[in-house]
């Protein structure tokens, strides 16, 4: 149970870094805007994920959410991972950008499991 623990503590960890603190922290970026242009999202598309993921982020995070809205924080997190790989493999061809948000789909489902495994234990 500790490495279960452990486990889901540091994966999601790193989830709520990558996709809450720095999406908050690059919310009003040029190049975050440019990135979000280069796929061919509009702009309100940029602010409304943006303002999802630090949701999404908080969700996983903050031990007081449990049931339904973790696992809808799962799922969010999961489509926009799908959605943003088949994104950037279309616009830009596949390559290192691609990998590393499939990194991160990874990262979500040992989280995503380990979660559940907790769920169980108690």
Known sequence: MKSTKIIYWVT???????????TALMFNNAESAA??????YPEYFRVMNSIFKIVGALVLIVPYFKGRYKEWAYAGFGIDFIAATVSIWVTMGFGPDVLLVVAFMGILVVSYISYNKLQTIK
């Open 12 to 22: 999601t960890f790193i989830l709520f870094i990558t996709q809450g603190l720095i």
């Open 35 to 40: 990135g979000f242009k280069q796929l061919g």
